[in-house]
């Protein structure tokens, strides 16, 4: 049993609020051959000028501090790719870091930049991202990606990434999905879910219009998980500027309060070692008692079903920003759909669900921004953008991107930011016939998960409308 | 140009000694696209990482003699005094004092457990083992954490007995070296150069 100190679960404090003012992306594809990592992020640069009216020389003279993130180094054979991007931004002599954590090194990057502002070391920071995964071939880029489990332990077996995490899919679709064909069902909505909101997406690069049954038929990857399961791997950037609230209010009418928490959970799953479970605002000590019952062999925590780091980041983060409840508390979420099952996971381990319920947050339609089961608005739309399975996973964007789409609903500005015509010609999309806005109507809060993964990092960055801040336990 | 002179590397008076070549550079090729334009260019090169095991070498070593090792915290004043750990950890994670080393062979020969597992036929390069793998996770009596390898005979289950198997013939002093197979699997059934221990 692991046992956390009070000091260890202290509540983050910072010292002043932070705001996200702007942020912008490129296009996401597979493959981007005809530019440069660089050019990619200056596209995601003047976008997020242009959404506040300046140009990127005047957002520049803003900026005191950069913070980059991009995980595979390996991919693109330079190191220090971040000083590289900050030279072609112009944006020497300041001080930049990068930032690595696998798959949430989105989420890491405004988890450092959000402390940077906090502290009061700078009041307006860059946060910028960027993924490039194209440039070797497939087989070399499944032992690139393997490389980010321990080298000894696990990467000689196989080298491919997907079956150390597989093993936990597989556990979970065992205990807690029963192996019910109505589970199965489940997961392939997300899927279908994911690719349909994609559609309506210009950035996005895999937009699909498919049915359940496309999904469960698609080619098995590892068993549970079909293809169609499966998040995309991308290329593309993405970024965010924060400021503190004298900055904000120059830079923009409308900046959003934002709150950036972090958990982590050992790099082998294999090292996890049982706890009890660490609880968040909305549950009871003793409401996971009879959970081996209900689920025969669910009663080991974290066990490889649970993701703790998920969960720490939910528990730290919800107490910073006052979230009891995350579906009433929330208007929308965009969650780190890796894969469907992931998801699934993903949405006990944040309460959004209890443990071992996390499928009815699908099946209630509660994930849709309309629920299919009533017409009415779901409760809490998940992954609008479409998600990593429909959008994009540009690791070191993809916990950005998510920051920004939630600001641009909040900021109600969603369907100028897709459906303008121009931009779809730009990326070389066509926009279908039956674009809808997917605008989440009065969203006031919410939430982006951003996961590495077997679960070795988890950040949740909580976005708030400064009008309609939750009460907070200053405990 | 071959790989077979490739280098080798001791460990003399504490230094690295390195013998015979290990990189092999080759020309680089220009990509264009369908219109002849140039993209880009290729830059291949082959070379190799040297990686010492430290505190775990008698883990890697344990392998091709047909052991098992795990390690104990011995820590009497530790929270976690007397947890086994497999994947063996040279410092207890609570307190950090120097594990001592267990031989976990017997143990795991009286029947670990899968605790889940996974069939893939995909791989990455540089892949050595036969396709599909069949990953296991496997749980052992009295230890807290759950060990990831592969299945060489029959297929997987959540719940399955399983035995380790050495590959003690020819050992390439990895991970590896270590396997599992049912527990009823004949000696004749293994793969080449794989014994009980
Ligand atoms: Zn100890």
């Not at chain 1, 003279?61 to 790719?81: M, N, P, T, V």
């Not at chain 1, 899919?169 to 589970?183: I, L, M, P």
């Not at chain 1, 998940?382 to 939630?406: D, K, P, R």
């Amino acid at each position: 049993m692991i046992k956390f100190s009070k000091r260890q679960l202290k509540t983050p404090k910072m010292q002043r609020p932070v705001y996200l003012v702007t942020g912008g992306m490129s296009k996401f594809g597979r493959s981007i051959p005809e530019k440069r990592t660089e050019e990619l992020v200056i596209d995601a640069f003047v976008e997020a000028a242009e959404f506040i009216d300046k140009s990127p020389a005047e957002l520049k003279e803003y900026i005191h501090s950069c913070y980059y993130g991009h995980f595979a180094d390996h991919f693109g054979d330079q190191l220090l790719g971040e000083s590289v991007i900050h030279d072609r931004l112009g944006l020497d002599p300041l001080g930049n870091v990068g930032i690595k954590t696998g798959g949430a090194t989105g989420g890491s990057t405004l988890w450092e930049a959000f402390k940077a502002v906090a502290s009061g070391y700078s009041d307006c920071v860059l946060a910028m991202g960027w993924e490039r995964m194209d440039e070797v071939p497939t087989d070399e880029g499944n032992n690139y990606i393997a490389s980010a489990a321990d080298k000894d332990w696990e990467t000689p077996l196989g080298h491919i990434y997907t079956g150390y995490y597989a093993v936990m899919a597989q556990k979970y679709w065992q205990v807690f999905g029963k192996e019910e064909d109505s589970f199965r069902q489940t997961m392939a909505e997300i899927a279908v879910k994911n690719r349909g909101y994609a559609r309506m997406n210009p950035h996005a690069q895999g937009p699909m219009d498919i049915t359940v049954d496309d999904v469960i038929n698609s080619p098995v990857v590892a068993y549970p998980l079909r293809a169609l399961d499966c998040c995309l791997m991308s290329v593309g950037a993405a970024c965010a500027i924060l400021c503190d609230e004298k900055t904000a209010n120059e830079l923009t009418d409308n900046p959003l309060e934002i709150h950036v928490a972090a958990g982590s959970h050992t790099l082998r799953v294999a090292d996890r070692r049982d706890m009890e479970i660490p609880l968040l605002p909305n549950e009871s000590p003793d409401q996971y008692k009879d959970l081996g019952n209900r689920f025969p062999g669910g009663d080991r925590y974290p066990g490889f079903t649970g993701f703790l780091a998920a969960r720490m980041a939910a528990y730290y983060g919800y107490r910073m920003a006052g979230v009891i409840d995350p579906v009433e508390d929330f208007d929308l979420v965009e969650l780190h759909d890796a894969f469907t099952i992931s998801d699934i996971q993903t949405y006990e381990d944040i309460g959004i669900r209890p443990y071992g319920e996390g499928r009815t947050y699908v099946e209630s339609g509660d994930c849709y921004l309309t629920n299919p089961k009533t017409g009415e608005p779901g409760k809490l739309p998940a992954n609008l953008s479409g998600g990593l399975i429909g959008n994009m996973h540009a690791v070191g964007a993809t916990g950005i991107m998510q920051a920004i789409e939630i600001g641009q609903h909040i900021w109600g500005r969603w369907a100028e930011m897709h459906e303008d015509q121009s931009k779809w010609d730009l990326f070389g999309r066509t926009k279908p016939d039956d674009w809808t806005n997917l605008q989440v109507d009065g969203a006031k809060r919410g939430l982006a998960i951003s996961h590495a993964g077997v679960g070795s990092h988890v950040t949740a960055t909580i976005l708030v409308h400064p009008d309609h801040q939750l009460e907070r336990n200053e405990s | 140009m071959s790989t077979n002179d490739r280098g080798t590397v001791k460990v003399e008076n504490g230094r690295y000694r390195f013998e015979g070549k290990f990189h092999y550079g080759y020309p680089n090729d220009p990509i264009r696209n369908e219109d002849g334009e140039l993209m880009g260019v290729t830059n291949p090169r082959d070379l190799t990482h040297v990686h010492m095991y430290g505190g775990e070498a008698p883990f890697f070593e344990g392998l091709g003699q047909g052991k098992l090792l795990g390690t104990r915290c011995d820590n009497s004043n530790c929270e976690a005094n007397g947890s086994i750990f497999i994947p063996f950890r040279i410092h207890c994670p609570d307190c950090l004092s120097k594990n001592t080393i267990v031989d976990m062979t017997e143990t795991a020969q009286k029947g670990a457990t899968v605790h889940t597992f996974m069939i893939t036929e995909r791989t990455g390069a540089f892949n050595t083992l036969p396709k599909p793998i069949r990953f296991v996770n496997v749980e052992f009596e009295g230890v807290p954490t759950i060990l990831m390898g592969y299945l060489s005979v029959g297929e997987p289950k959540i719940g399955m007995k399983v035995i380790p198997i050495f590959n003690t013939t020819n050992p390439t002093f990895t991970i590896l070296d270590l396997s599992w197979v049912p527990e009823e699997t004949n000696e004749t059934e293994l793969p080449e150069g794989y014994t009980f221990g």
